[in-house]
């Protein structure tokens, strides 16, 4: 019995093996030599902006303030269109440390970065503190209804 099993166990090895070096070897065409490697062409180096330190900075979890210096919240996210243009922001809106909170979305020329020089600087939102209150609050996969600057928000209009 346990000449069988090693037996059969042989046996499925050496299949194993044959069908993992079968699948290393080269195909076989008719009478021609399979194509050798064509050297590939190296991909050209990327492309190099430099932006200065006092052009650009993250607004990830920045403060957002209305023209009236009132507290708006934070940005959370940042929403683009399927052609990779900016078009609105998640604002985490109300609440205290963060509990009874809720995201809003605000049309991105709604908002004024004049002031982003450091960590601390706040964003300018215009839109008043109860236009904010009053809009809708933003899910994740279900439609986005964008709070927007007045006459300045264009609707987007995809395909499925």
Do not use: C
């Not at 699948?23 to 190099?48: F, H, I, R, Y």
């Not at 004049?114 to 994740?140: F, H, W």
């Amino acid at each position: 019995m346990r000449a069988r099993i090693l037996i059969i166990f042989v046996v499925a090895a050496f299949a194993a093996w044959a069908a993992a070096r079968a699948a290393d070897d080269p195909p076989v065409t008719q009478g021609k030599t399979p194509p050798q490697d064509v050297a590939k062409e190296p991909a050209p180096p990327p492309s190099v902006t430099v932006i200065g330190a006092r052009d650009a900075h993250g607004i990830l979890g920045r403060d957002v303030r209305s023209a009236a210096n009132e507290d708006m919240g934070r940005i959370v996210d940042v929403i683009v269109d399927r052609e990779g243009t900016v078009r609105a922001a998640v604002i985490d809106f109300g609440g205290f440390l963060g509990v009874g909170s809720r995201k809003i979305v605000v049309d991105w020329s709604a908002l004024r970065f004049g002031r982003v020089a450091n960590k601390s600087d706040s964003i300018t939102l215009e839109l008043t503190k109860e236009q904010v209150t009053a809009a809708p609050e933003y899910k994740e996969d279900t439609p986005v209804i964008v709070l927007g600057a007045a006459g300045r928000l264009q609707p987007w209009e995809f395909d499925h």
